[in-house]
């Protein structure tokens, strides 16, 4: 009643002459004062009837217009913390990648040093003679091996790393440290590769297989042991130096010169790598000796690392010059290496 008692208020003030039901004085009669009541009365219902429908649709067709940004956010966040998750599997991976593809042919040189004890200028001739043809053959095991185990230790390293300091309460050295050990550990698994990329690049199986195939085939008639031979020095040398390449990255990279550009911190990075892969490729390359003489052999017995280093040591007559053959060029292998390998890796964590 208060909205028609405002209503009535504003209508104007009749000017006209006075029609039939008005008295003399401009007053309504009771018959005429009804009936205008009431027609206002039916107007002001339907008109309020009308201004409350057409709120209603406008509120419920806001209510289906779908909310562009909240929803974009809901559907897009869990894609983005999928991938920031397996970042670091896939930034490992590609910078294997990159890496075997530029460092091969020096690994070669390198692996018939270590083999055989000969000097460089005699392996490069060895590589001369197999011809171009044989110059990348035995790239894809190490191609499948590197960029898996790459992938499994820098992915696991984080994920573990995260993991366990959130269920033991130890020194961050320590949590880290552990998990170095445990995702070298397993790259352990992807052993047989690296086994048949050693059969492979010896000349001396040449005639018995050609590709990854084959090699794979030629052990399998002893058994999945002969698969896994060497595997006490992978376990060794993977354990440890991921324990030294990740607890002195940061430290390394913290005493060079603060770098301001994208150049600069690639710059950076590679140096930070090479110099890390560098020391580690000298500190475990009797270890690598080892592994290779180990892994070189088909069938017959399995020897124990000490036997193996000892008869090693004994046919380079007991010299450390002569045991660490070839270990000029595999720090100059690691020092590229390890220095694509960290710079590609950080550039991609970057980007991605």
Request: glycine share 6%.
């Amino acid at each position: 009643m208060e909205e028609i008692e405002k209503v009535i208020k504003k209508l104007p003030s009749p000017k006209t002459p006075v029609p039939d039901g008005v008295s003399a004085s401009g007053t309504l009669t009771p018959e005429l004062d009804m009936k205008i009541v009431l027609k206002l009365e039916t107007w002001l219902k339907k008109s309020f009837l009308k201004k409350i429908l057409s709120n209603t649709m406008d509120s419920e067709a806001h209510e289906k217009r779908p909310p562009i940004l909240t929803s974009s956010k809901q559907d897009i966040a869990p894609h983005i913390a999928n991938v920031s998750e397996m970042r670091h599997y896939l930034c490992g991976c590609c910078a294997a990648f990159n890496n075997i593809a530029i460092t091969f042919p020096i690994q070669k040189v390198l692996f018939r040093q270590q083999l055989y004890g000969i000097k460089t200028r005699d392996a490069v001739l060895q590589l001369r003679r197999d011809g171009f043809r044989n110059l990348y053959r035995g790239i894809l095991p190490p191609l499948m091996q590197k960029t898996t185990t790459l992938a499994l230790m820098f992915g696991l390293y984080e994920d573990l790393s995260c993991l366990l300091r959130k269920h033991i309460s130890t020194p961050e050295f320590a949590t880290r440290s552990l998990a170095a050990v445990l995702a070298g550990t397993t790259e352990a698994i992807f052993t047989p590769l690296e086994r048949v990329q050693t059969l492979l690049q010896d000349h001396k199986h040449h005639d018995k297989f050609t590709n990854t195939y084959q090699a794979f085939k030629a052990l399998k008639c002893h058994g999945i042991r002969e698969y896994y031979r060497g595997l006490v020095p992978v376990l060794f040398r993977n354990g440890f130096s991921n324990v030294l390449f990740f607890g002195l990255r940061g430290p390394i990279k913290e005493h060079l010169p603060t770098a301001t550009t994208h150049s600069a911190h690639l710059v950076n990075d590679f140096i930070c790598g090479g110099l890390l892969g560098a020391m580690l490729g000298i500190l475990f390359f009797p270890v690598n000796v080892v592994k290779t003489r180990m892994q070189s052999q088909i069938g017959g017995e399995f020897q124990s690392f000490p036997k193996v280093f000892q008869k090693i040591w004994l046919e380079r007559d007991r010299k450390l010059t002569n045991l660490f053959r070839g270990a000029h060029l595999n720090y100059h292998r690691s020092l590229i290496s390890w220095g694509i390998i960290n710079a590609t890796y950080e550039f991609l964590l970057k980007i991605i």
